[in-house]
């Protein structure tokens, strides 16, 4: 059974900080690229930052460059996003995706509420 379970969100102060995990199971998550997503309240779901599989290279959303970073731990099938510097307009549900393009095959979790509030 496949499971991406997030966890991390809530609620945090403008310029504060957080980290994002994500725990994978049911699928060798060696194999998959990871990324993670965002929705805020009456908008479209939008990427924020993914990472390869094998090489680890990564990719940001414009407006994430230099604020948020993503990692992962291959022994601990688990993706992490630390996001700094946040902003109110950072405010949504983040969910994790697994996709391998080469299977056809993608999975998303549930997703994590993050709130940026004074």
């Known amino acids: 059974q496949v499971q991406l379970v997030e966890s991390g969100g809530g609620v945090v102060q403008p310029g504060g900080s957080l980290r994002l995990s994500c725990a994978a199971s049911g699928f060798t998550f060696s194999s998959y690229t990871m990324s993670w997503h965002r929705q805020a309240p009456g908008k479209e779901r939008e990427l924020v930052a993914t990472?390869?599989?094998?090489?680890?290279?990564?990719n940001y959303a414009d407006s994430m460059k230099g604020r948020f970073i993503i990692s992962r731990d291959n022994a601990k099938n688990t993706v992490y996003l630390r996001m700094n510097s946040l902003k109110p307009e950072d405010t949504a549900v983040y969910y994790c995706?697994?996709?391998?393009?080469?299977?056809?095959?993608?999975?998303w979790g549930q997703g994590t509420q993050v709130t940026v509030s004074s």
């Open positions: 995706n697994a996709a391998n393009a080469f299977r056809g095959t993608s999975y």
């Open positions: 990472i390869t599989s094998t090489s680890g290279r990564t």
